[in-house]
C-alpha cells in the first residue's frame, strides 16, 4: 500500500482480513495461553461454567436421591451437608454469575460496535482467576473436605467450634478468589459499554442487553465487596482467632447474615437481569417488531437494580429485628415485582403485536416466561412476614428460589444460546433434538419443584439429610426425586444436542434470524477483530435499517479501517452520546495474566494449608507482578507504537488525552473499595450499637494525634497530585517528577504513622470484637498507604523516563482517584474510630 486507506475507500476484504489478522489474531500452540481476545476468553468462560454446572447438577441429583425415601441410607448427615452445600455455591458463584459474564463479553463488543473489549489483559486474568479459584474449590470433593455449612455460610456453624476442619476455609478462600474474577469482568464490561460504543450510539440506542449488563455490572460493584469483606473477617476469625462475630468476645453473628444478604438479595436480580435482557434481544426478533416500551424496560432495569439493595432484610424476618423494619423490608421486597412487571408486559405485548415465529430460542423464552412468572408470585407470598415466619427455612422457600433461578436464568440462558449458536459456531441449531431437550427439561423441573413447594407447605425443613415416614412427606418427596431425574435427562439431552450441533449443524445463512442487532454483521464464526472498520449508528435497528452493513465493514469503509501501524485500536466515545473522543490502543497478548493468576492460586492454597509464610512470599511476587504489567501501560512503547497520521480528524490515542479507560476502570474499582470499606464502617458501627457483648475500652487504645496525622499527610498527598494533574491539563510539565517525588514522601509518612499505631497501640484483636474491628481498618488503611506511595514513586520514574508528561498526561489523573479515596478512607476512620465514640461519651 503507497498509504493508509480513508474511510469510504473499498479494500479487497481478504486483504483487509490478512492485515487486521496479523495484528489481532490469537497464537497457536501452548502460546495460546498467552491470549487476550475478548471472544476466546470469554468461550473459556462459559465452557468451565458449563463444566461446574454440570458438577453442581451431580451434587443436586445425589441430594434428589438421598431425600426420595424416608430413612434413606444412600449418604450420610456430612456427605448430604456437603452435597447440598457444593451444589448451591457452585451453582451461584461458579455458574451463574460467570457464565453470564462470558456471555457478555463475548456479545458486547459485536453489538457496540468495538474491536475487544476495553481492558483485554484484565479479562483474561480473570478467567484464571476464576479458573484456578473453581479447581481449588471443587478439589475439597477429593480430599473429603468440602464445605458443608451451607452455600451461605452463616455464623457460628461455619466458626471453628462448630467447624473446626479446613472444610469451611475452602469456601471462605476459593470463592473470594473467584470473587476477584468477577469483580474483574464487571468493572470491564461496564467501562467497555460507557466507552467503546460505535461513533453516534447514544445510550438512547443502546441495546437492551447491554442496558441490562450496565445495571448489572454496577450492581456487581456495589453488591459484591459486602460479601468479599464477610469472607475476609471470618477467615481471619477461623485462622487467626480474630473476634468479628463470637457474642462472647463482643462479635455479632447476625452481623455475617447482614452482610452476606447485602450482597445475596442483590445477587438474585445480579443473575435475572443478564436474562432478562437476553430475552428483551430475541423477543422482538422472532416477533419481527420492535420491542414494545424500549424506553419503559430500560427505565425498569435501572429502577430494579436500585431497588434491590433495600431487601436484604427479607431473608432475615425470623432473627428477630424490630417490626417497623420488617414493613419497610416488606413493602420493598413488593415494590421489586413492579420493574419486572414492566418488563413482562413488554414482552407480551411486543408478541401479541407482532408475527411470531416459535424457533427453539422462542421455546426457552416462553418456558421461562411461565417459569419465572410462577417464581415471582411466590416471592410476593414470602415478601408478607406472617407467612414468611411459617415457610421460612422448609421446601417451600427452596421451590421458590429454583423457579426463581431456574426460571429467571437457565432458561433464558438457554434461550440465548440457541439463538447465538449460529454465530457462535457458523451452523444453524437442531429442530428435533433441541425440542426434545427442552420439553424434558420444562416437564421435569417443573415436576420437580412444583411439587416442592407442596412438601414445604407440609412442613418440611429445608438442610435436613433424611426424615421420618408418616410425615406425610414421603409421596412428594419421591415425585419431586423422580422427575429431578427427568430434567436430568433433558440436560443432558440439550448438551448433546450442542455437542453435535458444532459437528454435523447445517451452516447458517448471514443473519440467519433476520436480527437487528449488531453482532450479526461480524462472521460467523467471528474473526478476532470484530470489524475491519467501525460504523456510525444512530438507531437501534441497524441491520434492520442497513442491511448492507456486513459488506460494507468488511470492505473498510467506515473508521479506522487499517492496521499496518501495528496497534490494536478501537474507537473511544463519550459515554452519553457516543461521539467518538479518542482512538483507545488496546494491549497484545500477554503472559503476565497468567502468571498474576498462577501466583495467587498460591497464595490461595498456602492459605489453606496454613504455611503463612509461603503465602506472604506468594503475594508479593503477585504484587511485583501485577505491578510489572501495569508498567506496560499509556505511552509505554510496546503500548503506542506506530503513532502517526493514519488517525481520524481530530481524534488521538487515548494515552495522549486526560479520559482514557484507565481512568474510568479506576474510578468503578474505587466505587467497589469504597462499597466494602462502608460495609466495614457499618460493622463498626453495627457491632457498637447492637452487639450485646460489646466490650470497649474506658480508655481508648489509639494516640490521639495519629488518625488526625495520618488524616493531614495522605490529604497534602492528594492535594499535590491534584496540582500535578492540573499542571498537567494547562500543558505544563514544570516540576512534576519533584512533585510526584514529593507525594510518594507525604504517603510514605501517613502510611509510617499507620504503621506506628499498629506496631504501638494496645490492641489484641483475638481478645475483643472491639480490637479485632480497629486492627482490621489499620491494616486496610496502611495497604491502602503504601500502594498509593508505590505509584506515586513509580510515575515519578515514568515521568523521567518519558511516559508521562504533557504529551501522555492520563496516568496521573489515574492515580489521583487512587488518592483521594485513600485520604478520604482514613479521614472516614478518624471521625469513626476517634471521633464518633467520643461524641457520645465512650472511648473508642
Known sequence: MSGPARPGDPRDPAELHAEFEAVWGNPKGWRALSLVNHSTIANRFMVTGIVFFLIA??????????????????????????????????????????????????????????????????????YWCYLFGGIIFTSSLLFGLAPNAGWFMYTPLSSNVYSPGRNSDFWLLGITFIEIATMAAAVEIAVSILRTRAAGMGLHQMPVFAWAMLVTS??????????????????????????????????????????????????????FLPAAGVISTIVPVFARRPLVG?????????????????????????????????????????????????????????LWTGRPVWKVPMLWTAGFLVVFVAGGLTGVMLAFVPFDWQVHDTHFVVAHFHYVLVGGMLFPLLAGFYYWLPHFSGRMPSERLSKVG?????????????????????????????????????????????????????????????????????????????????????????????????????????????????????????ALPNAGHGRRETLGSDPVTGKPRE??????????????????????ISLLVKTYGVALAMGVGAAVVLLRWSWENGAHPRMATGEGDDLPDGLSLHSRTFDGPGLWGMGLTMLADAALYGSLVFGWLFLWTVAPGWQPPTVGPLHAWALPAASVLMCAGAGVLHLVVRRLRRGSR???????LCVALLGLLGSGVLGYLLATAPLDPTRSAHDAMITFTLWFLLLHGALGTVLAALQAWRVKLG????????????????????????????????????AFGVAA
Not at 260 to 269: A, I, K, M, S
Not at 583 to 604: E, F, K, T
Not at 734 to 740: A, E, I, N
Open 57 to 126: 447438577g451431580l451434587m443436586g441429583m445425589l441430594v434428589r436421591a438421598q431425600l426420595a425415601r424416608p430413612n434413606q441410607g444412600f449418604m450420610g448427615a456430612e456427605a448430604y451437608n456437603q452435597a447440598f452445600t457444593m451444589h448451591g455455591t457452585m451453582m451461584m458463584f461458579l455458574f451463574a454469575v460467570p457464565i453470564l459474564q462470558g456471555l457478555a463479553a463475548y456479545l458486547l463488543p459485536k453489538m457496540l460496535g468495538a474491536r475487544d473489549l476495553v481492558y483485554p489483559r484484565l479479562a483474561a486474568f480473570g
Open 583 to 604: 482512538v483507545i490502543h488496546l494491549p497484545g497478548n500477554s503472559w503476565w495474566p497468567l502468571v498474576s493468576g498462577v501466583l495467587l492460586a498460591a497464595v490461595c
Open 803 to 838: 511516559y508521562v508528561g504533557s504529551h501522555a498526561p492520563y496516568e496521573p489523573g489515574v492515580v489521583a482517584s487512587f488518592w483521594r479515596f485513600t485520604a478520604a478512607a482514613v479521614v472516614v476512620a478518624w471521625l469513626a474510630i476517634g471521633l464518633l465514640p467520643l
Open 438 to 558: 427442552f420439553w424434558l427439561t420444562f416437564v421435569g423441573f417443573n415436576g420437580t419443584f412444583l411439587v416442592m413447594h407442596w412438601t414445604g407447605l407440609l412442613g418440611m425443613p429445608r438442610r435436613v439429610y433424611t426424615y421420618d415416614t408418616g410425615l406425610g412427606w414421603d409421596g412428594p418427596n419421591l415425585v419431586s426425586s423422580i422427575f429431578s431425574f427427568v430434567m436430568a435427562f433433558g440436560i443432558a439431552t440439550v448438551i448433546l444436542d450442542l455437542v453435535l450441533h458444532f459437528r454435523y449443524g447445517r451452516k447458517a445463512p448471514v443473519n440467519p434470524w433476520g436480527a437487528d442487532t449488531l453482532e450479526w454483521a461480524t462472521g460467523t464464526p467471528p474473526v478476532s477483530y470484530n470489524f475491519a472498520s467501525q460504523p456510525a449508528l444512530r438507531t437501534l435497528h441497524p441491520l434492520w435499517e442497513h442491511p448492507d452493513l456486513p459488506r460494507t465493514i468488511a470492505e473498510g469503509r467506515h
Open 734 to 740: 514544570h516540576r512534576l517528577g519533584p512533585l510526584l
Open 218 to 271: 454496577m450492581m456487581i460493584v456495589i453488591g459484591f465487596p459486602p460479601l468479599i469483606l464477610g469472607s475476609l473477617l471470618l477467615e481471619l476469625e477461623r485462622a487467626a482467632g480474630w473476634a468479628f462475630f463470637d457474642p462472647t468476645r463482643g462479635g455479632d453473628p447476625l452481623l455475617w447474615q447482614h452482610l452476606f444478604w447485602l450482597f445475596g438479595h442483590p445477587e438474585v436480580y445480579i443473575i
Open 294 to 350: 424500549y424506553a419503559w424496560v430500560v427505565v425498569s432495569l435501572i429502577s430494579t437494580g436500585f431497588v434491590s439493595f433495600g431487601l436484604w432484610v427479607h431473608h432475615m424476618f425470623t432473627v428477630g429485628i424490630p417490626a417497623l423494619a420488617q414493613a419497610f423490608f416488606a413493602a420493598a421486597s413488593m415494590l421489586v415485582a413492579v420493574p419486572t412487571g414492566v418488563q413482562l408486559f413488554a414482552w407480551i405485548a411486543t
